[in-house]
């Protein structure tokens, strides 16, 4: 569970820039200024500066994302769980600064706000803004409270938008970004869902062609619509069902009318009145066409030219059941990134609750979260304290091909970082809880990437400031190119992938040598155990039951030589190991375990 200690009574302030003759030209073209934003800072900026992280909200949120403004305010902020002494973005540690976007109607200049030019609001009169925009109103902000550099970016859905082009307009001035829920590029069905909220907005009688402020009758009834099209796409269909299921609301009988029976209905009836007393209805006009108008590679021709702008460390979550932004979407940022070798942690977290979960399920988030700050703010702490202790790793349900295969000290580990020389790049397949990495950073100072499909064990690799990436094996190596690594390593995994021959012949390209390790079924004892007890073998490097098993394949010393000739894989070195080391001969009855160094065939 997070910290629960609250930041206590904080106080929205505002900054005025861009005082005409000196307006920000937004990228329409168009000349706006001056230009107010509100904001909330948490926490002390520290003497060099570097300590502050910048929160960037969704579409609907605003600068309060924590704490209360008076004693007697019944909700807190809108990230409470997150921010807060001890709790993710720790504010013991870290200055925190959460602005109001430009555009917005939670005091930053907007469409609800004077214009000075005509003394009334903006209106429709209010130019069209983009996430750039956005990004660079919040550049002045920071400069102007004396941030040298900032330590993170951090935002979900709109804000994760933000937090990718601030990483990618600012690269020097931002040493990580934190992405999450979110994208690099609006698509056809998010644009959609953004346009008919936007049409029943301007369908409202009372909507005036955004004039309505004079009148005093907001577009109500089009802003709640627009709202519970939006809330439906932010549930997962899971979320919805158990919420609400078919259930009346208070009746036990269908009434045969047009009234608000479900409770389902009467639930999306609040979330639209609620929000129409908080939120102005040009803003979401002007916001959700801003969204629309995202795509981070527009300026640089390519997605992957773009990121090849970023310095930082990236951070990319997504959630399973999230419809709206796509895990596959999260997982185009992530590829993309490390295409360009970049150093990015990604996890597709599991829980039912839609695109809203990163605002109602904090537990494997806060842990990814605060591993990945503490990382990025003392990038030498990995090497300083080699396999730190992690008890909190149960933060997901692990996939039966993903526990541990292996009991005792780990012969093949001693000797991989043996191997391995000084400063290489490396990447682990199957990664597990990111020990060997760990070693190997400590000890060749090597420059890491893991693969791994538990959720788990992804979580401790982020606390262990290991850049890991969630996928599965037989697919997750495909996405990089060509000889971008100087070893690959698969240790103890062989015999658990679907497709091992697709999987070494992908490692032989992306890697220029490969290291792989597997439990040897031909060893004596595993033999003995067979042919006298008659029953499958259980030892200290195969200790589950056949029923239990994650091994898919078994293969001996002499089934790997072989399955190398086949593919034309060249064998640079054979090393059989037992639990004290090498052994010298017989390597097929005698090795509990085999470790080969691996190349492609010369053609």
């Not at 924590?66 to 504010?91: N, Q």
């Not at 600012?170 to 690099?184: E, K, L, W």
């Not at 959609?192 to 029943?200: E, K, L, S, T």
């Not at 658990?496 to 040897?520: A, Q, Y």
């Amino acid at each position: 569970m997070l910290a629960t200690g609250s930041i206590g009574i904080v106080e929205t302030r505002y900054f005025e820039f861009a005082q005409p003759p000196n307006e920000m030209i937004l990228e329409s073209g168009a000349k706006l200024g001056p230009i107010t934003l509100a904001y909330e800072t948490y926490g002390q900026l520290n003497a060099t500066a570097d300590n502050a992280i910048l929160i960037t909200h969704a579409l609907s949120g605003d600068a309060h994302v924590a704490g209360k403004h008076t004693p007697e305010d019944k909700k807190e902020g809108w990230w409470e769980p997150m921010v807060g002494p001890g709790k993710p973005f720790d504010t013991d540690k870290y200055f925190v600064i959460c602005s109001n976007i430009l555009g917005g109607c939670r005091g930053s200049t907007g469409p609800n706000t004077l214009n000075p030019a005509t003394g009334r609001e903006y209106g429709i009169e209010f130019p069209v803004i983009t996430i750039g925009d956005m990004v660079r109103a919040q550049y002045e902000l920071v400069q102007h409270l004396g941030v040298q550099r900032l330590l993170s970016v951090a935002g979900g859905s709109m804000g994760g938008m933000q937090a990718l082009d601030w990483a990618v307009r600012y690269p020097d001035f931002v040493a990580s970004a934190i992405v999450i829920a979110s994208t690099h590029v609006s698509g056809a069905q998010q644009i959609a869902f953004d346009a008919v909220g936007r049409y029943a907005i301007q369908a409202d009688l009372a909507f005036q062609e955004g004039r309505y402020y004079e009148r005093g009758a907001k577009p109500g009834d089009g802003l709640a619509i627009a709202r519970m099209l939006a809330h439906i796409t932010y549930l997962s269909d899971q979320r919805m069902d158990q919420k609400f299921g078919r259930k009346l609301q208070s009746s036990d009988h269908y009434s045969y009318d047009h009234s608000r029976e479900f409770s389902v209905e009467t639930y999306l009836d609040h979330q639209g009145k609620e929000f129409v007393n908080r939120f102005d209805a040009n803003t979401y006009l002007y916001v959700t066409k801003a969204m629309d108008y995202f795509d981070i590679a527009t300026a640089h021709g390519s997605l992957d030219k773009a990121l090849e702008q970023i310095r930082g460390r990236m951070l990319v979550l997504s959630f399973s059941s999230d419809w709206l932004y796509p895990p596959y979407q999260s997982e185009e940022i992530v590829y993309a990134l490390t295409r360009q070798e970049k150093d990015v942690t990604y996890c597709c977290i599991q829980c039912p609750f839609g695109h809203d979960s990163f605002l109602l399920d904090f537990d494997a988030m806060g842990k990814l979260v605060s591993g990945f700050l503490l990382h990025a703010s003392d990038p030498e702490r990995v090497r300083t304290q080699l396999l730190e202790e992690d008890s909190e790793t149960d933060t997901g349900p692990e996939p039966a091909s993903q526990v541990s295969i292996y009991e005792g000290r780990r012969v093949d580990y001693d000797m991989i970082v043996d191997l391995v020389e000084e400063n290489a790049r490396v990447l682990d397949v199957g990664c597990g809880d990111g020990e060997l990495l760990c070693r190997l950073i400590a000890r060749k100072n090597v420059k890491p990437m893991g693969i791994e499909l538990s959720q788990g064990n992804v979580v401790t690799c982020a606390r262990r400031g290991i850049p890991v990436v969630q996928a599965d094996v037989d697919k997750g190596i495909q996405e990089l190119p060509d000889q971008c690594f100087d070893y690959v390593i698969l240790s103890m995994t062989l015999q658990v992938i679907k497709k091992p021959d697709l999987v070494l012949t992908e490692m032989l390209r992306v890697g220029k040598k490969c290291i792989v390790s597997f439990p040897n079924f031909g060893y004596w004892k595993v033999r003995s155990k067979a042919f006298f007890g008659g029953r499958a073998p259980v030892t200290r490097n195969l200790p589950y039951r056949w029923y239990e098993t994650p091994n898919r394949y078994v293969l001996s010393v002499r089934d790997f030589r072989n399955f190398c000739e086949e593919l034309s894989i060249r064998i640079e070195k054979e090393i059989p190991l037992y639990s004290e080391g090498v052994i010298r001969f017989w390597p097929n009855f005698f090795a509990e375990e085999a470790l080969y160094v691996i190349t492609a065939q010369q053609a």
